[in-house]
């Protein structure tokens, strides 16, 4: 792991051609978390709360309890994203999830071409549908290592619109429903908490809206994370987590994340992160709140990402436990 975090330079990603256009659905690469957008999405060694759904599902197999999970972005272009979550861990039998996704396009002015001075006509305004339902498992096989699955149901619809000549045109309506799966595994080598995670997401068929096929954007993502002052004699009630993730996947080219965290007595939380390949994103920072009372926890989390040409990107996540 060590090797090939060595090899697997930023310098060797930026020499890379970029890939575009190679899979449909892209919004399910959409982040989702404030902890991990904070940390410059370095979060698949990380993961371990309700919220691992997307990142790594292998994550829910060192949750305790009940855990609920709530998410929200403003992404670029007006484009929001809201998800929730939640988890509940029945001992030897594992611990089981369900979670959901839901991307707001906004509204959108339809239009046709039409045999006219202007070329076009105008066909009323719609707004796209992107969703997500998933039904994830995870199982700490040893108090070190733990496995995730989460199956999910994909619906994207893009609207209606008219097709063929401009005496009889025919209604049609792109819509596309399929399953997918998303697998993780999360190991503590046992060297003080240094830990390594590995994700594969979106695997599914091929599908076509209506002739032609298209790949979802299946992910792989490889990740480590350690709490480095263990090895400084610092006081426990400091912790500061660096993380790092090499991602392959199907529609760019390789990228490398990498992120720190800083926990004051597991209550106060200050992240920051930064983004090797990315079009649009680099830094990211924010911070988090954690609060018990009666045997209930609440975290409250926030990240603010910096976009190129569009405006920056702002999200809040909410966790109870239980």
């Known amino acids: 792991m060590f090797l090939l975090a060595t090899l697997y330079t930023p310098t060797q990603v930026l020499a890379q051609a970029p890939k575009v256009a190679q899979a449909g659905m892209s919004w399910l690469n959409l982040p989702v978390g404030a902890r991990s957008a904070a940390m410059g999405y370095a979060s698949v060694a990380v993961s371990d709360d309700a919220g691992s759904f997307f990142w790594n599902p292998a994550g829910y197999a060192f949750t305790d ?6 998410h929200r972005t403003q992404w670029i272009a007006d484009i929001d994203v809201s998800s929730a979550a939640i988890s509940h861990n029945l001992g030897r039998y594992g611990i089981y999830g369900l979670n959901i996704t839901s991307v707001d396009w906004g509204l959108f002015h339809g239009t046709q071409r039409a045999d006219n001075d202007a070329g076009y006509v105008e066909t009323g305004t719609f ?51 399929l399953f997918a799966i998303d697998f993780g595994t999360l ?3 046992g060297f003080h908490d240094l830990r390594v995670g590995m994700s594969l997401k979106n695997f599914s068929n091929e599908e076509a809206y209506r002739a032609e096929t298209f790949p979802l954007p299946m992910t792989f993502r490889l990740g ?6 263990q090895i400084t004699g610092i006081p426990p009630m400091h912790e500061l987590t660096l993380a790092a993730d090499f991602i392959h996947s199907r529609d760019y080219s390789e990228r ?8 004051f007595r597991d209550l106060f939380f200050l992240r920051g992160g930064y983004k090797f390949n990315y079009d649009i994103e680099s ?7 954690k609060v018990e009372a009666a045997g209930v926890r609440m975290t409250v989390e926030y990240a603010h990402v910096q976009m190129d040409v569009f405006s920056n990107v702002n999200m809040f996540s909410l966790m109870f436990g239980f």
């Open 127 to 177: 707004s796209p549908a992107s969703s997500s339902i998933g039904f994830s498992y995870a199982y700490r096989i040893t108090n070190e290592f733990g496995v995730g699955l989460n199956v999910k149901y994909l619906h994207e619809r893009l609207g209606t619109t008219l097709v063929g000549n401009f005496d009889s045109p025919e209604e049609i309506t792109a819509r596309m429903n």
């Open 65 to 70: 309890g009940t855990n609920f999970f709530a």
């Open 256 to 263: 490398v994340n990498i992120g720190a965290e800083y926990a």
């Open 187 to 189: 190991y503590y080598i």
């Open 224 to 229: 480590l994370a350690m709490d480095v002052f």
């Open 283 to 289: 830094f990211s920072m924010g911070g988090g709140v």
